[in-house]
């Protein structure tokens, strides 16, 4: 081939190639897990970022639900890893009209905030959620595994249906993944 008929195929495909889109995702920045009183809490910080079609359905009062999800897998060499604990957290980000003020419920909480990147800001951060009780698993190494996604399955029918067929509505962070050591519980002898 001709350097004369390269150059116009080449910048052809440098002009005509697709430029990366602003990523409007979840990323995940920060997990911690502590050992406390009850077994293990986590905490972790998530980098939010709604596209706009997801902003405007929230501005008109479409409640999104983000679940975050923990998973702790032993390895085994002869069979599929053994599945331990499988852990969800439910968060609910709404805007109320009335009162103009964007909610986060958690369970029974409730939080509200004057503007979206406010009530964004606290979502992002989740705090000493208990995701292992202390007699509830056995001492060894695990993997660990984390995410956080918006459940569309929680949506309102009619945006069920437009999630299936449109990615904007497909926002989840990919599956982190790192080595968890599980200690064995201190047990205090009773005094005789």
Do not use: C
Not at 16 to 28: F, K, L
Not at 179 to 192: C, D, G, M, N, Y
């Amino acid at each position: 081939m001709s350097l004369r008929l390269l150059v116009p195929l080449l910048l052809a495909l440098a002009l005509g190639w697709p430029a990366p889109a602003r990523a409007e995702n979840i990323e995940i920045s920060h997990i911690l897990i502590e050992v406390n009183d009850e077994g293990y809490a986590l905490d972790a910080d998530f980098e939010i970022e709604l596209n706009p079609r997801l902003e405007d359905a929230v501005n008109k009062g479409v409640a999104m639900y983000f679940q975050v999800e923990f998973e702790l897998a032993r390895n085994r060499w002869y069979w599929f890893d053994e599945r331990a604990v499988n852990r969800q957290l439910m968060l609910r980000l709404s805007y109320h009209a009335l009162t103009r003020q964007y909610r986060i419920s958690r369970g029974a909480l409730h939080q509200s905030f004057s503007s979206l990147p406010e009530a964004l800001r606290v979502l992002s951060r989740v705090r000493s959620w208990q995701v292992l009780e202390r007699a509830e698993i056995d001492a060894g190494d695990y993997q660990a595994a984390l995410r956080m996604r918006l459940d569309v399955t929680q949506l309102p029918k009619p945006f069920q249906v437009n999630a299936l067929t449109s990615r904007e509505w497909n926002l989840a962070s990919e599956w982190r993944r790192w080595p968890l050591k599980i200690k064995a519980p201190v047990t205090e002898k009773a005094p005789q």
